[in-house]
């Protein structure tokens, strides 16, 4: 039988406000010394209230009219109750059936298709603190003590729930790359995965293809990367595949996705099995959104992924798959702006920055904007290869010590001596040398075998350090051995 | 006459003339203290030496120039619910035996900008949860009046410090009656503010829709007094309202013509104790006797109040105190351990006592999957059916009066043991917290030789006509009496 993948996510964004969610608390805390952002109220002490971050309600209104949600006029906090040390209220203050948005979606484009993802919800509610057990795993049961750091406690937390609408590990990742870029154009969070600012949970089902419905689903939580999603997504699919083609049934659970081990494992049911026990947050009035609040704010939304990269595609004339990519993050998309304000080919901008600049991003694991490459930087390559100063070669060479120095390329051309050679006659003679030097390739050339001129060719480059116009050297072989 | 006899209007006429200094009625008071406490037991804590060096304090910026607050130097005596910085805040309970806040509660830090003297804390019911004071920790207080009896809570120890002269004025909170019940039981003056008029900020909550910080004093011109200095909007709390707040000194005018005044029917039958009802219907009429025109009213849902109460506060109480984990402060099991879950119940167990206990698990069962609505959903919708009451009442009527309590004060350990019982004394108390309306107590006589209270409930934010009425019933009706300490 054929199965396909049912997947829904929730996406936590912990929102880039000033302040904490309910008191003046600097909510800039990631990093700092343990338990210095705090006060009686994140603290959770006794007689200590709650007041609700405006901010915070105004960004969680932008993303949700950035996700095509409807804003609810009338909305409140509940009380989530549970025991657990990283909560210093053994309760949670988030919303439960009234949120700020209600009924959204996203657009996702992958290779294949274009996927309208649902958006059941976005909610606000408070962040947790940060537990770290002392112990060989890091695991709480195994744990001999448990440290708490409360200076996340209290940082406004958006919860964002998707339909059950993807139906692959890369449609997961693409919504969630999506969804970032837009929260990024939004900047109402930092985005950062590693550091916890967004967080993925998804449910994972099977179903037999072409059936309606759901099948048994597990949790999968602990993805902290792009890559994780895919992988776990994946894992899941087929630890699922597996269960049901041997004709058993998936056990409802809650899994953890072990990123070294590339597996996930099931969480001990016991410690999650909760009756939160839900009730209208008393400490709090419920809040009422005016229509003109709402509109305020969706006339002040800035211009979002979706209607860029049409931009892209009409003002600069890039392929739709090239304004996919830039618009990825709002770094990349301000990045190609940047340089193509000043050089008239977008096209090649974003060759280069789809290629290059890419392959050493991904190799140096970092966001464009964290690199010591910048528009300037790259603008200027690109004249340097436009004027014939280096060859396209020459460039991507330049290109890696610019990247990793942040040195500029008129300043890297200048220090190695890495001036292109154009000199006719320089080369005719280094081309000269080559050819006597190498009497069976020559022989191998003329009687027909064309590789061999690819080998020739690397000699004259050898021999100049690269610097050779490379066209040069062809046509001036060519016309020796042909001669 | 002692100092520590005087009212807090009375003491700031003499300092104003000069004839007392701050340190006066504090020493007066501290001496009142080593003289009675030990058969009263109102105080948890006190703090003498703070308190005599911020009285020193005072004078020395009243001799600065410093103008004279009404309430300059009044020692006051503040419930252990409210934190206090620097000073034990316990609850009553084992599990915040050795808590020390780290901030003072706005009502409080109020009182302190107005150069009030802070005595000590005052003992109570554990987390505000009784009638009696006989579920605290720390002991049990005793009713000035007679020794055998309870001072009423849960605000207990505070009504009894006024009663005994061991304070000049004193703060309670009030969730069901705790400020208004043992101001009856010990004659004494006490208010339960609009909800939202007092800030709530640094109060330990109970249940956070219905508590309400209010004072406790010997007449009603120092609760309007405590009143105007302790409300007002505070940005600390969202509950807490954004209103003009009159003078309340000015409704002490004694006239109240022509007022018309509602007589709870559901709050004169069945259940009041008949020296309380003589009492009181000797008060409607005194209060007919200076022109107000008094007729019975008829609130229907009333009879239903105790059930909502009885699942709204618990219910918002499972979750307030779910906090007191043993993980961050306060007290926790020194037992061996096996797991986090252990810890938690450990604690916990031997942290609360019996009727705290008790309204976790009332309220953690309303609350729960598949009860919610027929439990906390209902006791809501029956919480709006008595605001609704109340409006239609206040339509007609300028303020209500009932007894404040069914009973004068009852022997130590006669309810302890039978909880409904216990609920039933709060049974005239309870609708006034649902609807978040004002309501005070007045002494208004005495039968078997024990206090009756008067309550008087008015309109939402219409402190004013209450305090009106009051002040006028107080002046004609004259309640000189003291307890024989």
Redesign the interface.
């Known amino acids: 039988m054929e199965y396909e993948a049912v997947i829904g996510l929730e996406i936590h964004v912990e929102l880039s406000t000033e302040s904490k969610m309910f008191c003046g608390c600097s909510a800039r805390t990631f990093g700092e010394e343990p338990n210095t952002f705090t006060c009686?109220v994140c603290?959770?002490?006794?007689?200590?209230?709650?007041?609700?971050n405006k901010k915070a309600v105004e960004y969680t209104a932008k993303i949700g009219l950035a996700l095509n949600c409807e804003i609810a006029r009338s909305t409140l906090f509940h009380?989530k109750?549970y025991?657990y040390?990283d909560m210093?209220?053994?309760?949670q203050i988030s919303q439960y059936d009234l949120p700020i948005c209600i009924g959204g979606y996203v657009d996702v484009e992958t290779k294949d298709l274009t996927r309208r993802v649902g958006i059941t919800r976005v909610h606000l509610e408070e962040d947790t603190g940060k537990l770290t057990h002392i112990s060989r795993t890091g695991r709480?049961?195994e744990a001999d003590y448990s440290l708490?750091d409360f200076n996340r406690a209290g940082i406004p937390l958006v919860e964002i729930v998707t339909e059950p609408d993807i139906r692959s590990p890369e449609e997961a990742k693409a919504f969630t790359q999506k969804l970032k870029s837009i929260l990024e154009h939004l900047e109402v969070s930092d985005c950062n995965m590693e550091e916890g600012s967004l967080r993925c949970d998804a449910n994972v089902s099977l179903r037999p293809v072409g059936s309606e419905e759901l099948g048994v689903k597990t949790e999968v939580k602990n993805m902290n990367s792009f890559r994780a999603i895919q992988g776990a997504l994946a894992y899941e699919i087929e630890r699922q595949k597996a269960i049901l083609k041997r004709g058993e049934v998936v056990e409802q659970e809650t899994r953890h996705w072990d990123d070294a081990g590339n597996v996930t494992v099931p969480l001990r049911t016991k410690e999650y099995a909760h009756?939160y026990?839900?009730?209208p947050e008393?400490?709090?009035?419920p809040m009422e959104l005016s229509k003109d609040w709402i509109e305020e704010i969706r006339v002040t939304l800035p211009e979002l992924p979706d209607v860029r990269r049409k931009r892209f595609e009409e003002v600069y004339g890039l392929p739709t798959h090239d304004a996919v990519l830039l618009i990825s993050s709002k770094a990349m998309g301000d990045f190609f702006e940047e340089c193509a304000e000043t050089y008239p080919d977008a096209k090649r901008v974003s060759n280069w920055m789809m290629g290059e600049l890419s392959m050493y991003l991904n190799a140096a694991n970092l966001e464009i904007d964290e690199c010591a490459v910048t528009p300037r930087h790259l603008v200027q390559l690109l004249k340097l290869i436009d004027d014939g100063t280096v060859s396209g070669k020459m460039a991507k060479s330049v290109f890696e010590e610019m990247f990793e120095t942040g040195k500029l390329p008129k300043v890297i051309v200048e220090e190695k001596g890495l001036v292109q050679i154009t000199d006719r006659e320089e080369i005719a003679r280094i081309v000269e040398m080559v050819v006597e030097e190498n009497p069976s390739v020559v022989e191998d050339y003329r009687s027909g075998k064309e590789r061999a001129l690819g080998f020739l060719v690397g000699q004259v480059m050898r021999l100049t350090q690269g610097r050779a116009n490379p066209q040069l050297v062809n046509v001036l072989l060519k016309e020796k051995l042909g001669g | 006459m002692d100092l520590h006899e005087l009212t807090a209007h009375e003491l700031n006429r003499m300092l104003k003339k000069g004839e007392i200094s701050v340190t006066d009625p504090c020493k007066s008071v501290f001496e009142r203290i080593k003289a009675v406490e030990d058969r009263i037991k109102a105080y948890v804590t006190l703090t003498e030496k703070v308190a005599l060096s911020k009285a020193g304090e005072v004078d020395g910026n009243l001799k600065g120039g410093k103008a004279i607050s009404p309430l300059a130097g009044i020692p006051v005596a503040v419930k252990d619910n409210?934190?206090t910085k620097g000073v034990l805040?316990t609850?009553a309970s084992k599990i915040?035996g050795n808590?020390v806040?780290?901030?003072t509660?706005t009502a409080v830090e109020r009182l302190f900008a107005q150069d009030v003297v802070m005595v000590g804390k005052t003992n109570m019911d554990e987390f505000a949860m009784g009638s009696s004071t006989e579920n605290s920790a720390f002991g049990i207080t005793r009713n000035p009046w007679n020794p055998e009896t309870v001072p009423g809570g849960s605000s207990g120890g505070s009504a009894a410090a006024v009663a005994a002269d061991e304070a000049i004025v004193a703060l309670g909170s009030d969730t069901g009656g705790s400020i208004r019940q043992p101001a009856a039981l010990c004659g004494v003056v006490g208010m339960k503010p609009t909800y939202g008029l007092v800030s709530?900020?640094?109060?330990?909550?109970f249940?956070?829709?219905l508590d309400q910080i209010g004072p406790i004093t010997k007449d009603v011109t120092d609760c309007a007094l405590v009143l105007n200095c302790i409300c007002g909007h505070d940005?600390?709390?969202?509950?807490s309202l954004k209103v003009n707040i009159p003078d309340y000194t000015k409704a002490l005018v004694g006239d109240i013509k022509g007022l018309k005044i509602g007589v709870v029917r559901e709050l004169m039958g069945e259940g009041i104790e008949g020296g309380v009802r003589d009492s009181v219907d000797k008060a409607i009429a005194l209060l007919e006797s200076l022109g107000a025109v008094c007729e019975e009213v008829s609130l229907s849902h009333l009879d239903y109040s105790l059930s909502a109460y009885y699942l709204i506060a618990p219910?918002?109480a499972?979750?307030n105190l779910?906090?007191?984990?043993g993980?961050?402060?306060g007290y926790r099991t020194p037992g061996a351990l096996g797991?986090?879950?252990e810890m938690?119940s450990k604690t916990r167990a031997e942290g609360f006592g019996n009727e705290v206990k008790r309204r976790i698990m009332l309220g953690?069962y309303a609350?729960?999957?598949g009860y919610?609505e027929a439990y906390?959903g209902q006791a809501q919708k029956v919480r709006t059916l008595i605001v609704e009451d109340f409006n239609r009442a206040f339509e007609k009527f300028d303020v209500l009066v009932s007894p404040t309590s069914p009973s004068v004060a009852f022997k130590i350990g006669e309810r302890y043991e039978d909880p409904l019982r216990m609920y039933m004394s709060d049974i005239c108390t309870i609708p006034v917290n649902l609807a978040g309306i004002p309501g005070i107590s007045v002494p208004c006589g005495l039968a078997d030789g024990l206090p009756v209270g008067l309550q008087i409930m008015g309109k939402a934010l219409d402190e004013t006509t209450v305090l009106r009425v009051a002040y006028a019933f107080e002046q004609e009706f004259g309640f000189k009496q003291k307890p024989a300490l």
């Open positions: 009686p603290l959770g002490l006794p007689g200590s209230l709650p007041v609700i009380r109750n025991f040390p210093p209220k053994d309760y709480i049961g708490v009756d026990r839900y009730f008393p400490d709090l009035v | 409210m934190c805040t609850c915040l808590y806040p780290v901030y509660s709530r900020y640094g109060l330990v909550a249940a956070s829709s940005r600390m709390d969202s509950t219910a918002e499972s979750s779910a906090r007191f984990d993980v961050r402060y797991d986090m879950i938690y953690t609350l729960s999957a919610y906390y």
